[in-house]
């Protein structure tokens, strides 16, 4: 016997729900890639971004995932041989770091863990170390992720910034920012960071498909000694006046229907709602995780509270390999899709996904979700997760 007849709720980090409005912008014939609306809509999707980037930055535009806009902001600041750190604390910065060093980029890992934040102190020293070294040889960029979805980690991007500034280091400060963007609040220039990449398919509501990168001063000049450059992710090439130029080729047009719907949605919501929604709503599912840890059988991996993001909630089950199990139960028998674990923690974590177009009832019905579940295992935990998220909404969401 199973309840999940319905709209089935998509609980994973990305990609997440597309609004029915975002679809429906799609549902439409292609046009003219050479004149009239496609080209304002390029324009006004620039703009957008930078309003988002909160930058006066110059943005671009690709048709890729994260993956893609990691090897875009590499290749066009980067050289063969030239030296980056890369500051762990999950799987997404190590990521960014496999592919600069199968570029021909030299990569060293700033060693953290799963179950913390960056520590500024530490990439401060290792940093002021590294400014003592030739010009030549020095770190020519930091590499860190904002949320590591599969930690679920938030870092804190101004600590960082101020240690490479206290550290006397001319390093490119550069920031992936896919599991946040759009949900939680971000500051590109206020923050000094040089290049960001983000992608569609999480806090922009959008299909997976579209991949940005958005460039400061520092970096542009960098741009012009790199030599990692090729034709389809190259800056210059993008920066022409003809407007293929703008994506290599041919605008992914439909895509782009669906992006400009989610930015009319996000400016119609504004940027202050939507980071409160997000923190409301994560603070909910901490709120259920706190209570179910109590039976002792699970956990959060972010020892840290406020080290968790408002994005992603990793749960880990350390005492044994349940959470395929679980997984499956609240999709095969609910209708609710969990991330699962990555790495090590593939059958031994499940993930909780609040980003994008998300509200009460969906997080509410997924913690509901994941109890029943949680009783019908019959894994140990303590009662009560739903009703404690139930009290912290109504405490907060006045009438």
Known sequence: MVVRAGREFLAIPGPTTVPDEVLQAMQRPAVDIYGGPLLALTDRLF???????????KPYIYIANGHGAWEAALT?????GDRILVLESGRFALGWGDAAAKLGVEVEVLKGDWRRAVRPREVEARLRQDARTAGKNRFKAVVVVQVDTASGVVNDLPAIAKAIKAAGHDALYMVDAVASLGCMPFEMDAWDIDVTVSASQ???????????VAAGPRARAAH???DLRTPYW??????????????????????????GQAFTMIRAEGLDNIFRRHRLLAEAVRCAVA???RGKALEFNITAPAERSDTVTMVRLPGGRRAPSLRAYCNTKCGVVLGQGLGEWSDKAFRIAHMGHVNAPTVLGTLGVIETALTALDIPHRKGGVQAAIDWLGAQVKA
Request: aromatic share 14%.
């Open 291 to 293: 209570v179910w840890a």
């Open 202 to 212: 999480k806090g922009l509501m959008s299909p997976p498909g579209l991949g940005f």
């Open 76 to 80: 066009n600041v980067l050289s063969r």
């Open 224 to 226: 012009k000694r790199a």
């Open 47 to 57: 703009a957008d971004l930078r309003w988002l980037f909160r930058t006066r930055g």
């Open 234 to 259: 190259d800056w210059t090439a993008r920066d022409g006046t003809i407007h293929y130029q703008k994506y290599a080729g041919t605008p992914p047009e439909h895509l782009m229907f669906a992006l």
